[in-house]
């Protein structure tokens, strides 16, 4: 019992100057959190072909810039109008680092981040899955 009140008593001992408090650990542990936002150069150009209904597809093109800017432009693959939807502005990062939202961008206008890929997210925040996973990508081309 003794042991166990000088126990108590040492987690409660006031610390020295010196010392780091627990509020300085925590603010220098989340700083070190590393995520896509801080840890990933994702400027460049990402393409691919998002299956759609109708075992079509949308190729589908994104420039992510300076400035959380971003282009993209994206045609329904087995279309012969060869009608292309265009839209640019800005993006933003959510509270995590890991997913950007294409602002002003018609749905699917989230996208999760990994090294040099974009997954299109649902409106859920759900990556979306189709019978081969790895065709809902956009990959970054390297220039």
């Known amino acids: 019992m003794a042991a166990a009140i000088s126990l108590l008593y040492s987690c409660n001992a006031k610390y ?15 700083e070190d959190v590393h995520n896509a936002e801080n840890s990933l150069d994702v400027n460049g150009k990402y393409t691919g072909v998002i299956p759609a209904a109708n075992n079509t597809g949308i190729a589908t093109v994104i420039v992510l810039g300076d400035n959380n800017t971003y282009t993209k432009a994206s045609a329904i693959v087995s279309s012969s109008s060869g009608n292309t939807v ?25 996208y999760f981040v990994g090294e040099n890929r974009l997954f299109p997210l649902d409106a859920d925040g759900n990556r979306m899955i189709d019978d081969s996973a790895d065709r809902c990508v956009l990959i970054k081309i390297q220039e």
Do not use: M
């Open 16 to 30: 020295s100057k010196d010392s780091i408090e627990v509020e300085e650990v925590v603010q220098i542990a989340q």
């Open 86 to 110: 265009k839209t640019e502005g800005k993006y933003e990062w959510n509270s995590e680092g890991n997913t950007i939202t294409l602002l002003g961008d018609k749905k699917p206008n989230r």
